[in-house]
């Protein structure tokens, strides 16, 4: 085998409207039916069928908003049940596990597998396998975008979504830059909203941009995450999998009530990131919101959630230095 062929393969399989193929594998009569789930107390639209997304219906969007869609469409709607969605999740990754590959547990419906164990040649085959054993075993469809690197893998998944077979694979396309300019920059994984915001004023709007720009430019005017996104642009590996084994000392997710009411956005921030550093964590999951109710050791908020992840891990290493 030669060693072109063993380059570094990464995997990210990513289940399709995770929450609406969980009710739909309890409700075949809604399978070709616009389907909509809420998040707690009903709040927001958290999961959308593809007939959902094609009636304008929008991620996050409160309730209330969506509902002349809803009413006029007969959009099925469910409340969230997360103890079913986390049983259906440890099914997937169960299921994922059984390939002999690394696999990083990223979310609840997203898991990053090394596949690199698998010559370049069969890497999109192996993909169509497991995302066939999967819909098979736990009757959820999945996305699955093969590439060199975590954030490749990301851009190769956008497009498996609108792909018939589900799976793509970039390794072995020598020149990237064609797809990489349709991918907007606020898409690419590992840039948020404020960095969205410093790279279109700087001239960069889409990965392809990104990538071409120059290391020391990004560590001058950003810092060494960016730098490492546009590596991995490039096909650099910079991020590794993180394993059950790695992730267990640095990743928990723990939920915890703020009064935020007298808080600036800030000062808000600057709590999360206290408590971040309190629970050695780099995770957290905050819900904002007006009412609060607590079931069940369960946290529920009116309002909306949102995930603060890359932003918080930026804040927790200034505050650590
Ligand atoms: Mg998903």
Redesign the pocket.
């Known amino acids: 085998m030669s060693s072109i062929q063993r380059t570094k393969k990464i995997g990210l399989v ?5 929450y609406v193929s969980c009710e739909r594998l309890f409700n075949p009569k809604i399978r070709r039916k616009p389907v909509v789930v809420l998040s707690n107390n009903d709040g927001c639209i958290i999961s959308r069928s593809n007939e959902a997304k094609a009636l304008g219906i929008k991620m996050g969007e409160p309730y209330f908003k969506a509902k002349d869609i809803i009413v006029k469409n007969k959009v099925e709607v469910f409340s969230s049940n997360y103890s079913l969605y986390g049983d259906l999740s440890r099914r997937v990754m169960r299921t994922l596990k059984r390939f002999n590959t690394e696999i990083e547990v990223y979310s609840i ?2 898991a990053f597998i090394d596949l690199s164990n698998f010559p370049d040649s069969e890497v999109e085959k192996v993909g169509r396998e497991i995302r066939e054993t999967v819909l098979q075993w736990t009757g959820i469809p999945t996305s699955i975008g093969i590439a060199k690197t975590k954030t490749l893998s990301k851009v190769a998944n956008h497009i498996a979504k609108k792909k018939q077979s589900g799976v793509t694979s970039l390794i072995g396309i020598e020149n990237l830059d064609p797809i990489l300019e349709k991918v907007e920059i606020n898409d690419v994984w590992g840039v948020g909203r404020q960095l969205t915001k410093f790279y279109q004023k700087n001239g960069i709007y889409n990965a392809k941009q990104l990538k071409n720009k120059s290391n020391t430019w990004i560590k001058k005017c950003s810092n060494v995450l960016s730098s490492r996104t546009a590596m991995e642009l490039r096909g650099v590996p910079c991020i590794d999998l993180e394993t059950t084994q790695t992730k267990l000392v640095r990743f928990k997710e723990i939920m915890v009530i703020i009064q935020i009411q007298k808080l600036s956005t800030f000062q808000l921030q600057q709590t999360i990131v206290l408590r971040l550093l309190k629970l050695q964590s780099q995770y957290l999951r905050v819900y904002l919101g007006t009412a609060v109710v607590i079931k069940k050791q369960e946290l529920c908020l009116q309002g909306y959630e949102m995930m603060m992840v890359g932003k918080i891990y930026s804040h927790q290493k200034k505050m650590k230095k």
């Open positions: 990513d289940c399709n409207s995770f419906d997203e």
